[in-house]
């Protein structure tokens, strides 16, 4: 996928990009690459992509499928007035498993992946005093 202005990557594993922030990781020995987020649209689409990695290796070990290495893309677009006209993300894994074990694992996370359920679900922001 073309990354706008907006779009940010995480990798992992055999996928970990060379370059980017390095973070620190409870999956990976090495921990996980992200592209610069230096604005709140860009940390927006983080939270998704990070989310999305993170419950990748969280679901490949409980439904036993192998994952070599891992990159989320997260994009999306704002209005004139600010407000997201929508995320959406790609994932690409590296793995030894069947093509249609991956394809099960892609599903499954993108039903429990906690940070895209709760966008898709909505949620009040109130500034507190």
Do not use: K
């Amino acid at each position: 996928m073309e990354l706008s202005p907006f779009g940010v990557r995480a990798t992992a594993g055999t996928m970990r990009a060379s370059s980017g922030v390095a973070l620190g990781h409870q999956w990976t020995d090495e921990g996980v690459t992200v592209s610069q987020a230096s604005n709140g649209a860009q940390v927006l689409h983080l939270s998704v992509a990070l989310c999305v990695l993170n419950d990748t290796y969280r679901e490949a070990r409980r439904l036993g499928v192998v994952v070599d290495g891992i990159a989320v893309e997260a994009d999306g677009g704002f209005d004139e007035e600010w407000s997201s006209t929508g995320i959406r993300y790609s994932v690409m894994i590296d793995s030894p498993a069947p093509s249609d074990l991956v394809d099960r694992l892609g599903t499954v996370v993108d039903e429990v992946a906690e940070i895209p359920r709760a966008i898709r679900a909505g949620a009040p922001v109130t500034r507190t005093p």
